[in-house]
Every structure is written in structure tokens, then in C-alpha cells.
């Protein structure tokens, strides 16, 4: 039930073929899309600043255990690591390139050089019900900020970890 975005052309050697995001953005509560990446200014380091494709899973255990060893819950990585959904439980917060390209083959939508394009397979046709806001990834940048896609203009940035903002999840198949 989800949308395809990435097929991997090493698919026989890292044992994946298909990046799939989840239909629709993770509601954490039933009600309120937004969440903190972490809520503290504390480097995690090392797995958690995967940025390529098929760093995300990695990215997301590294930050599910420090956060559980660390005594904080409900952050991003924690919600998308227990989401069951469409009989799957294997989902994961992408990592900053992951999203990048759910954007472009999703939503139709990159930066280059501060200049916006649409996909020019695409258009303007935006699929999988994106809202023209920030998306975490699971991409640490410092021990204050993460990276997040800005659906709105392709733009990657980074943002405070204890901000609150959307999250799409990902598996790999």
C-alpha cells in the first residue's frame, strides 16, 4: 500500500531492491503530526550520520537505541521503529538523501542551486499527500541539528533537534 520512490541498482549485493514510503504522513498520536528528532543538544554520532541511500535503517537503530538508553520516548525515530502498517513492521526514518529523492520522485520537487525545478517526468504532479512542509530525516548533522527536507521548494536543511516536524516512513524490500 505504499508508494515506490527508489529502486536500487545493487539490489543483489546489499539485499534490497525497492525503497517504499508509507502512504501517508505518520500521525504520532492519532492527531498531531509533528515531532521532535531528539530533545537534546547530545551528538548520537557514528551509524546516525548515514546521509546516502540505504543509510536509513541503520541510522534509525543507532538513534532508537541511544534515545532508549538515554530515557526519551516518542521521538521520530522511536514512533516510525514501532509503526505497524499494511502488515509490515520493518519501517524506518529516511535518511537525508532517501528523502531527498522520496521529494523529487514523490513530490516533484528538488533545489539546484537555489532554484526550484519539478521533475520534468512529473510535472507538477505531486503524489503521495505531501504537505509543502519539513520532513525529518534520520541524518544527524551536529549534536544541536538534523537534516530535514522542505517539501515546499526541494530545499535540504537543518534544523534543532527538539523542533517538532513531520515524518514519512520508509522500508526496504
Request: proline residues 3%; negative net charge; glycine residues 12%.
Amino acid at each position: 500500500g505504499g508508494l515506490i520512490f527508489y529502486i536500487n541498482p545493487n539490489y543483489e549485493t546489499d539485499g534490497w531492491r525497492y525503497l517504499e514510503a508509507a502512504p501517508n504522513t505518520w500521525w504520532y498520536d492519532g492527531s498531531y503530526p509533528y515531532i521532535m528528532w531528539q530533545d537534546s543538544y547530545t551528538e548520537i554520532g557514528g551509524a546516525a550520520q548515514g546521509t546516502a541511500i540505504g543509510t536509513g535503517q541503520s541510522n534509525t537503530s543507532a538513534i532508537v537505541t541511544w534515545l532508549n538508553a538515554n530515557g526519551e520516548s516518542g521521538r521520530a525515530a522511536q514512533v516510525v521503529d514501532s509503526l505497524s502498517f499494511g502488515g509490515y513492521d520493518d519501517w524506518f526514518l529516511p535518511s537525508k538523501d532517501e528523502l531527498y529523492e522520496m521529494c523529487w520522485v514523490l513530490h516533484s520537487r528538488r533545489s539546484v542551486g537555489g532554484v526550484t525545478e519539478n521533475n520534468p517526468a512529473y510535472g507538477t504532479i505531486r503524489v503521495g499527500g505531501f504537505a509543502n512542509v519539513s520532513y525529518w530525516s534520520s541524518s544527524e548533522y551536529s549534536s544541536f541539528s538534523a537534516w530535514s527536507q522542505f517539501f515546499l521548494n526541494g530545499n535540504q536543511e537543518y534544523g534543532g533537534k527538539p523542533n517538532v516536524i513531520r515524518v514519512r516512513a520508509v522500508r526496504a524490500f
